[in-house]
């Protein structure tokens, strides 16, 4: 599962020792509507099907029936008249979780509601601060903060 080269042998507690692979997933919405118990990872290149489902069962305890990977062709770019870039492929996994398990995506930034409060407290801050720095016709461009 892993590509890491393991240190020789110490003497100690082998209790104490904790491999973990040179793999990495990346939780992302989904590009498309999925079950509820269907989960969309981009993985690192180097991964296969058994390594994603050994990664989430043994580190994470996940039960995973089954996992789909395909490979997303990175984007090309042409700058008019300069040159061409091309972004990163990568690795999509369609991971299947058991039927009772289901996955709803975190709600990162919470409830609307408290969003809506904290916009408007933004907007009233920025016009206070643009009266406070508003340049003054009658004294010829001195800003207010100057009182003579």
């Known amino acids: ?3 890491r080269i393991y240190p020789a042998f110490k003497s100690g507690n082998p209790k104490l020792r904790v491999f973990l692979p040179d793999f990495w997933m990346k939780l992302v919405k989904p590009s498309h509507t999925l079950l509820p118990n269907q989960v969309q990872f981009v993985v690192s290149s180097q991964m296969t099907k058994l390594d994603v489902k050994q990664y989430l069962e043994k580190i994470y305890n996940l039960p995973v029936i089954h996992v789909s990977t395909y490979n997303r062709m990175g984007k090309t770019k042409t700058a ?69």
């Open 1 to 3: 599962m892993s590509t």
């Open 80 to 148: 008019p008249n300069r040159y061409v870039t091309k972004e990163q492929d990568e690795k999509i996994a369609f991971v299947t979780l058991e039927k009772d398990q289901k996955f709803t995506f975190p709600e990162i930034y919470g409830n609307n509601d408290i969003l809506k409060e904290q916009d408007k407290a933004m907007k009233q801050t920025k016009e206070m601060y643009a009266q406070k720095t508003k340049v003054n016709i009658s004294k010829q461009g001195v800003p207010t903060w100057f009182s003579h």
